[in-house]
């Protein structure tokens, strides 16, 4: 089996099976994203840790009406920010949307299977929503700190 194969399958699998979908806690914060290029909606829950230092994400989840790509990102995403702060996530993201616009290796070793995604343009940004909508519910979270 080719690495391509292997990135295929892990993405049919967490689409099938996603982590984190519908899941159900008490969540401090949410944000809708949606993608008007291909019609993908999406909201991302998160429960903040804010005792400590540098909050940590203790709880994440999705509800999504989007295809198959979008909804593995979206599990992806709850696989990998578990106990992660908001500001890696960050840095994660931007490390993900530079490797898949300008087609180059991940440094992420759970999310390369995303970089399949880079020689398909329009599904780019099916793959970045969630990253995308988190990181704007990062921005919202630090304005509501700031205000």
């Known amino acids: 089996m ?4 292997l ?4 993405i049919k699998q967490h689409s099938q099976s996603p982590v984190g979908l519908n899941a159900s806690f008490a969540h401090t914060h949410e944000l809708e994203g949606f993608n008007p290029s291909c019609g993908d909606e999406l909201n991302i829950y ?12 203790v709880n994440i989840g999705f509800t999504a009406d989007a295809c198959a790509i979008c909804i593995a990102s979206c599990s992806l995403l709850c696989t990998h920010g ?12 931007q490390s993900l949307a530079h490797s898949l616009n300008n087609k180059i290796p991940l440094q992420i070793e ?11 343009p329009s599904r780019i940004n099916c793959a970045l929503l969630p990253w995308q909508t988190l990181s704007q519910l990062n921005n919202n979270i630090k304005e509501e700190l700031h205000a």
């Open 2 to 5: 080719s690495i391509n194969q």
């Open 7 to 10: 990135y295929q399958q892990t």
């Open 46 to 57: 998160i429960k903040l840790n804010s005792q400590t230092k540098v909050p940590t994400i």
């Open 82 to 93: 578990l106990n992660q702060s908001l500001q890696q996530l960050q840095q994660d993201y």
């Open 110 to 120: 759970l999310l390369n299977c995303l970089t399949g995604v880079s020689s398909h």
